[in-house]
């Protein structure tokens, strides 16, 4: 999914979550900001060894709780 927004909107730079690429869902066309699914975040994190409340505890403060400016990623909670 990366590579098709990165090729479709080569004129925009976007700000990416390292070891995430595979959890992108789409891009923001106001904002340009990459969307990330919270769900296949978590089964990233899941599958590099981690349980999920670990994974949980994780993402939440080191990956999205950070804000990194006006590019910073859009996470959708789509694990309902």
């Not at 993402?59 to 789509?78: A, L, M, R």
Request: proline share 2%; charged share 30%; glycine share 6%.
């Amino acid at each position: 999914m990366l590579d098709l927004i990165i090729d479709f909107y080569s004129e925009y730079q976007f700000l990416k979550a390292d070891g995430f690429d595979d959890a992108i869902i789409g891009v923001d066309k106001q904002s340009m900001r990459l969307i990330y699914s919270v769900e296949k975040c978590l089964e990233i994190l899941i599958r590099d060894g981690m349980t999920y409340d670990e994974a949980l505890d994780y993402f939440h403060f080191n990956v999205s709780g950070p804000y990194i400016g006006d590019k910073t990623p859009i996470w959708c909670q789509d694990d309902f």
